[in-house]
């Protein structure tokens, strides 16, 4: 399955540009060996920030979803990337199905002249928490009701 260009893009964009110092020491032969539903020939750069926009969407660190192998006496924290053990990563990749599924299938119905919200990304259901709001009755602040 192939990535929605647009949702990429609008997950890139909606992401700040920080690196993490982890990140940029990746070398060329530390290429991304466990893609199964981002495109296999992202670059870092996109792909980075897929990964800090859904880490901000959720409101987490990347070792929410990512392995994390530091060892005592270790000063930075070491990530398994690829490995799939945490169960949150396997939950993340069928929400981002799930997104494109939704954008795909439905969505894409609907055509709104080039509005964004014609879109769903991670931060729309999300909104920085790992459960989003089910209930009206959760809400920060009762919303009127509609005329
Ligand atoms: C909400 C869960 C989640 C968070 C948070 C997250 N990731 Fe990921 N990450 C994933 C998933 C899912 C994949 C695999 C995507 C796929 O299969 O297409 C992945 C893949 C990766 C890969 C590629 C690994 C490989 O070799 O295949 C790297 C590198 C990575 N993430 C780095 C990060 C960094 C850095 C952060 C923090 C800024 C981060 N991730 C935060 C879920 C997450
Ligand atoms: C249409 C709304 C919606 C969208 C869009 C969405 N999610 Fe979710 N997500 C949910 C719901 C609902 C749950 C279930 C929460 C629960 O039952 O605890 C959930 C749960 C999760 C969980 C598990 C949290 C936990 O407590 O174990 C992860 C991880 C996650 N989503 C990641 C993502 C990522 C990454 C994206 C974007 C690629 C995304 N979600 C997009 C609605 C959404």
Redesign the pocket.
């Known amino acids: 399955m192939r990535i929605n260009k647009k949702l990429l893009l609008i997950t890139a964009l909606c992401s700040g540009m920080v690196f993490l110092q982890s990140f940029t020491q990746k070398h060329d032969d530390d290429r991304p060996v466990n893609l199964q539903v981002l495109p296999k020939d992202i670059s870092e750069k996109d792909l980075h920030n897929v990964m800090r926009n ?1 880490s901000m ?2 409101g987490v660190r990347c070792g ?2 990512h392995v994390n192998t530091q060892q005592p006496g270790q000063e930075h924290h070491q990530f398994d990337w690829a490995s799939d053990m945490k ?2 990563k396997q ?2 990749r069928e ?2 199905k ?2 494109m599924a ?1 954008n795909e299938a439905h969505l894409a119905k609907i055509k709104t002249m080039g509005d964004p919200l014609e879109q ?3 931060v ?3 909104m920085g928490r ?3 709001i ?1 209930s009206v009755d959760s809400l920060p602040r009762a919303p009127k009701p509609a005329k």
């Open positions: 859904w969407a959720l929410y979803c169960k949150e939950t993340a929400m981002l799930m997104t939704i769903i990304v991670c729309t259901c999300h790992t459960t989003p089910i």
